[in-house]
């Protein structure tokens, strides 16, 4: 069975600091992964999402992740957070072509922004 | 696109009832996934609907069913109300059959007290 771990319940940084979020699935084989963001109350917007191709994927509001396949991780990055990053994120992992299996998403991460 | 609309926003139930949830998706969505978000989790996958037929389903009991009609809305049924079904319900609809393209509403917060 699919599964994914985000080893950080919370993270705090410093506005301006960098950031990364870790993410490690097991599948077996290459899924689909992605990562998205979600703000108090509202739905999940999608930040950046891998398929095949450039293991170094580029998503909206400056986001970036890079996906390992020797360490199973799919870790999401930003150079330089603003106060506006602050919400919760889930890396999820899905079943590549027309899967009716959904996706299976970890606990989340909490970041907190630090002015 | 006017994006994916649920309704309502908020509701209370008693223990034992059961509860309709409504998803309206956007035109050409021909797939729509339900999710539970119980509070500190991330979603989990319920089910999912293809062309108004159940094609995929996660570890929720029968008396978690649904609808999606032709008109691209959906509706998840929830029977006999259980505390632990209190959390945040999502849907979401894609072009696709698989996930690869979700547009997800803002979901329903549904308390079972």
């Known amino acids: 069975a699919q599964s994914v771990t985000q080893p950080d319940i919370h993270i705090t940084v410093s506005e301006g600091a960098s950031l990364e979020l870790r993410c490690n699935y097991s599948y077996g084989a290459t899924p689909y992964l992605f990562w998205y963001v979600q703000s108090p109350g509202q739905g999940l917007q999608l930040l950046l999402k891998y398929f095949s191709g450039d293991t170094l994927v580029q998503g909206i509001k400056g986001f970036e992740a890079e996906f390992k396949r020797s360490q199973s991780s799919f870790n999401l990055r930003k150079p330089s957070v603003h106060w506006s990053d602050a919400a919760e994120y889930f890396c999820?992992?899905?079943?590549?072509?027309?899967?009716?299996?959904?996706?299976?998403f970890g606990k989340g991460t909490h970041l907190i922004i630090q002015p | 696109e006017t994006g994916v609309t649920q309704s309502p926003t908020h509701l209370i139930k008693t223990r034992g009832q059961q509860v309709t949830l409504r998803c309206s998706s956007q035109?050409?969505?021909?797939?729509v996934s339900w999710y539970q978000q119980a509070l500190g989790q991330g979603p989990q996958f319920i089910f999912q609907y293809y062309r108004e037929e159940e094609n995929g389903r996660g570890n929720f009991p029968p008396r978690f069913s649904g609808l999606q009609f032709p008109n691209y809305s959906s509706e998840l049924n929830v029977n006999a109300l259980e505390l632990d079904d209190s959390a945040l319900y999502l849907c979401a609809s894609s072009v696709d059959r698989g996930p690869s393209r979700y547009t997800f509403g803002s979901g329903t917060r549904l308390t079972v007290v």
């Open positions: 999820a992992v899905g079943a590549r072509g027309g899967g009716a299996d959904g996706l299976t």
């Open positions: 035109s050409g969505h021909n797939t």
